[in-house]
């Protein structure tokens, strides 16, 4: 039996790969950056997400044996914020799965969207906005230009090429995150 799952499991996580990269170089070229420690996009109630984004960490939870436990806290829990945030976590950040973080938590902050004039729009948090309004303008100037920004439908048609079905619908991050652990568990349970 073929490892469909995992292949496209690989898929996506080659393509978060691509992107972190390609951030990376927009960050060096524009300066923008988050807060350290901050973490308030995650705050958000209403982030959506696709299964196929959150299978990599639906997998790597099956990996160390937590996924049950993980569906369980995913089914119960009615918060709307991610419950992947941990709000006592020090670090760069607040997410406590960084390295497993769906496509949504990549792009936000570091890329456009096409506006009906075909250009492309940096689309990035209130507070970048706020605090860095002079790398704001130039990174904007820089993307007329022709500075390479990671484009936010582009990534996910490059998803929906993996599995059309699992990147087709958007729900609540953690009831995405619930069903890509179902898939996995069904996956595992059944080979
Ligand atoms: S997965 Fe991590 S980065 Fe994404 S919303 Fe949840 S806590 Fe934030």
Known sequence: MTDELVNKINAVQSIFDQLDRAIASFQNETSLHCQWGCGKCCFKPDIEATVLEFLPFAHHLYQQGLAEAWLTKTSESDSAVCLILNPTQSGAGLCS?????????????????????????LVTCSIIKTEQVDQIEKANEKIKLGLPVPVMHEYYMQLASIDFDLSRDFFPINAAIRKAIEKVLSYYAYR
Do not use: D, P, S, V
């Open 97 to 121: 799965q960084y390295a497993h973080r769906g496509l949504i938590c990549r792009l936000f902050g570091y890329a456009a969207r096409t506006n009906k004039y075909g250009e492309k729009e």
